[in-house]
């Protein structure tokens, strides 16, 4: 990379805490040197504290760009001076863009798109769909969001009654008066609910965590009646590759099952798109990622 980097070159970072173990830094430095962009990616472990003045400085320097994690995602935008409609909607932001250098920054959210974009690459489409989606967190109000802006029929979220499901409510709230699209929150408690619900859908996506850290063991689903030869089954955890739920329903005869690896890269393939213009060469990456080549 020191062959790369000059006066000239522009910064894009990455914000949030802890972040040093993110792959988003190689993603994009790699992408960078493959299409001969004169860019650099580096990772700034802030926290809400030092945000405000991290914007200034992403202004003050002329940063073009950051991403934004955890636990940023939603702190940050009293800082910025617009929002993308996706990320009016769900009411976080991922992706900043300091467009020319000049200091307006935008605000966006392409962890929806990534979602939807993972599943068009595997011939998904989300348009006149009816989706069950469990899981009304970060991750799940994103997705919740753009496959209400793709177009699709029904959104219906599931989710356990605990500080989300309010938001969630929001969230229903706002995708039904934005919208053509009709969304739904109900407790998965109510598993009659939920697996007549999945029974009406094409497309299952668990967007809760359940199946990786302490929670490696559990799937929300158990029933195999549930699981049809038709029904795409996504989970947006891609560590481990598969969870327990994938498992179970590649073994009751799903066809299609994809985990969240997708997802990862085309939400930073849209992001670089917003920081650069370019696309992202989202294959090589994927293989230099993943595939130790
Ligand atoms: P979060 O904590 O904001 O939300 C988790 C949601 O799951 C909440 O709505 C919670 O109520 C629900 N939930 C938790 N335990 C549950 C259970 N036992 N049963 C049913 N629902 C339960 O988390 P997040 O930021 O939305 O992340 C969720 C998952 O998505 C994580 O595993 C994260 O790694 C993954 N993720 C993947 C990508 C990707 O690009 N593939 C991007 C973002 C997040």
Redesign the pocket.
């Known amino acids: 990379m020191s062959e790369r980097l000059s006066g000239h070159t522009l910064l894009i970072g990455l914000i949030a805490t802890p972040i040093r173990h993110s792959l988003s830094p190689k993603m994009h430095n790699e992408a960078f040197a493959k299409l001969g962009l004169d860019y650099a990616y580096l990772a700034f472990e802030v926290g809400n504290d030092e945000l405000e003045d991290a914007v200034k400085g992403i202004r003050a320097l002329g940063i073009r760009g950051a991403n934004v994690s955890?636990p940023n995602k939603q702190a940050i935008i009293p800082y910025l001076d617009e929002l993308s409609p996706a990320a009016e909607l769900i009411g976080a932001v991922n992706t900043v863009v300091n467009k020319d250098g000049e200091g307006h920054l935008v605000g966006h959210n392409t962890?929806g798109v990534?979602a939807v974009k993972a599943l068009a690459s595997e011939g998904v489409s989300v348009k006149d769909q009816i989706i069950t989606l469990?899981?009304?967190?970060?991750?799940?109000t994103a997705i919740a969001v753009q496959l209400s802006l793709d177009g699709a029929k029904e959104v219906r979220i599931f989710?356990?009654n605990?500080p989300?499901?309010a938001n969630?409510e929001k969230t229903v709230e706002k995708i039904m008066s934005k919208t053509d699209t009709k969304a739904s929150i109900t407790d998965?408690d109510n598993q009659e609910a939920f697996k007549k619900s999945i029974a009406e859908s094409s497309i299952y996506i668990d967007?809760?965590?359940?199946g990786?850290g302490k929670?490696i063991d559990?799937s929300?689903i158990n029933d195999p009646e549930v699981i049809r030869p038709d029904l795409v089954v996504f989970d947006?955890?891609?560590s481990p590759a598969e969870t327990k739920l994938l498992k179970f329903a590649r073994a009751n005869g799903a066809k299609k099952t994809m985990n969240?690896?997708g997802?990862?890269l085309y939400?930073g393939a849209a992001a670089f798109k917003l920081f650069t213009g370019e696309d992202m060469t989202v294959d090589y990456i994927h293989d230099l990622l993943f595939n130790d080549k």
């Open positions: 955890m962890d990534g469990a899981g009304a967190g970060g991750a799940g989710n356990p605990d989300t499901y969630a998965i967007a809760t965590g359940v990786m929670l559990l929300l947006v955890v891609y969240g690896l997802m990862m939400q």
